[in-house]
């Protein structure tokens, strides 16, 4: 006769179905293009925002130890275990108190880390998850991150690089959150560390749908594999695809779903620069997060995923007028309160600093992007900059200015 309860999880979870593609209607009409995204028109307020803001945060800038200073309060204030990457993350007690989903039997195989967990109060919950045991608990390693109040600002879902078993998780997640946006850091293997693997492939269909559990996924166009002028994102190595996501007993129209990912953007590291990582922001900002969050993720979900996080969520908090996003250190403070170890290393800490003033340089000036940018090479983790260019960082790194017909390295 079989397992009553198995039954009714199975029927609870066509019905979850129907009414999560429901909710997920509104993001099924908009339209993503491969195209250049449009450039910000300022307003009076906004151009006052964003000055007041470059002024501040260039200033930052000029002042390298007092942004080391900053992280450095920012990993005691995290008083914690401190690992190889130079990460700080919370100790085994503090985890086994807050992070107690994460670490039931039936959910370890879940994550991909043993020691980048989920809090409880800030997990995602699935209400439709294949593993129907109640211990389960709708279980998926990933964290609602917010830093603002506000409707205007874009709400994050922060996850790890998915696994095959968690796979069908995933799209569930994106289909009751209804997230229009997936923000991929990280590629599968990593060619930096001895082709070690990242994350599952969990989003390529460019050969026909795929098919996760009860769940489906299409992929209607990519930049991979388009006759559309996008020789922009393959230099800024960057893939673009229109995904459909849907459940395969819906009636509703499929759900669709920007997927962007990075290619460059080594594990504990940076990139060489700002650009790839702007044009990512210019495409998604503006995509109403009253929609739903923006899912980002990395390998782990903490280090690339922070900082892109970090970037976003202050451009955008500034362009509104929130001058409170001018203290990035609280804003990660913030973040880390609601996931393990955002933003993991001092590098990438600078590397917030470094995007929100290109960027915001970029919105006042107009002045392409490309040709204002900071080529960088990190090599240790101190960074010392003027204002007439970019000069020696003290024995350790090397900063690049490449202005508009100059390349001057000092």
């Known amino acids: 006769m079989g397992n009553p309860t198995s039954r009714r999880s199975r029927a609870d979870r066509r019905s979850a179905s129907a009414s999560s593609s429901a909710a997920a209607k509104p993001s099924a009409a908009l339209n993503f293009s491969l195209d250049s995204p449009p450039r910000l028109a300022l307003t009076p307020d906004q151009l006052k925002h964003c000055s007041e803001a470059l002024g501040l945060f260039k200033e930052k800038l000029q002042s390298p130890n007092q942004i080391n200073q900053e992280f450095g309060f920012l990993q005691v204030s995290f008083a914690s275990d401190v690992y190889q990457d130079g990460s700080?993350?919370?100790?085994?007690?503090e985890m086994k108190r807050n992070c107690t989903v994460a670490l039931d039997p039936v959910n370890l195989s879940k994550n991909r880390y043993p020691d980048v967990l989920p809090f409880d109060k800030t997990r995602v919950?699935?209400?439709?998850?294949?593993?129907?045991?109640?211990?389960a608990r709708g279980y998926i390693n990933a964290s609602v991150i917010t830093a603002a109040s506000s409707e205007n600002i874009s709400r994050f879902i922060a996850t790890q690089g998915p696994l095959p078993h968690t796979y069908e998780d995933f799209w569930e997640m994106v289909i009751q959150h209804q997230c229009?946006?997936?923000?991929?850091?990280?590629?599968?293997?990593?060619?930096y560390k001895a082709q070690m693997v990242k994350c599952g492939d969990y989003f390529q269909a460019e050969d026909g749908p795929r098919e996760f559990g009860n769940i489906t996924i299409n992929t209607k166009r990519s930049s991979n594999n388009t006759s559309l002028e996008v020789n922009h994102l393959e230099a800024n190595h960057l893939v673009l695809r229109h995904l459909e996501v849907n459940h395969k007993e819906s009636e509703e129209p499929p759900m669709s779903v920007l997927h962007i990912q990075y290619l460059e953007w080594p594990d504990h590291g940076v990139p060489k620069d700002t650009i790839a990582v702007r044009e990512i922001f210019k495409r998604?900002?503006?995509?109403?997060?009253?929609?739903g969050p923006i899912v980002v993720h990395c390998s782990a979900g903490i280090g690339r995923t922070g900082t892109y996080c970090a970037i976003h969520n202050t451009i955008q908090r500034i362009l509104a007028g929130d001058l409170s996003a001018l203290d990035l250190a609280k804003t990660i403070t913030m973040f880390r309160s609601q996931r393990i170890g955002m933003v993991q290393t001092l590098e990438q800490y600078h590397f917030c600093y470094l995007a929100i003033v290109?960027?915001?340089?970029?919105?006042?000036?107009?002045?392409?992007?490309?040709?204002?940018s900071r080529v960088v090479m990190f090599i240790d983790k101190v960074f010392i900059r003027?204002?007439?260019?970019?000069?020696?960082?003290?024995?350790?790194?090397?900063?690049?200015y490449h202005g508009n017909r100059t390349s001057v390295m000092l």
């Open 88 to 93: 700080n993350r919370i100790t085994s007690s």
């Open 125 to 135: 919950v699935l209400n439709s998850c294949k593993d129907y045991r109640p211990s």
């Open 180 to 191: 229009p946006v997936v923000v991929m850091l990280t590629r599968l293997v990593d060619n």
């Open 284 to 291: 998604i900002h503006q995509v109403p997060p009253i929609i």
């Open 358 to 372: 290109d960027e915001l340089e970029d919105l006042i000036s107009g002045i392409n992007g490309e040709s204002s």
């Open 386 to 400: 003027n204002t007439s260019a970019v000069v020696l960082t003290s024995i350790f790194g090397i900063w690049f």
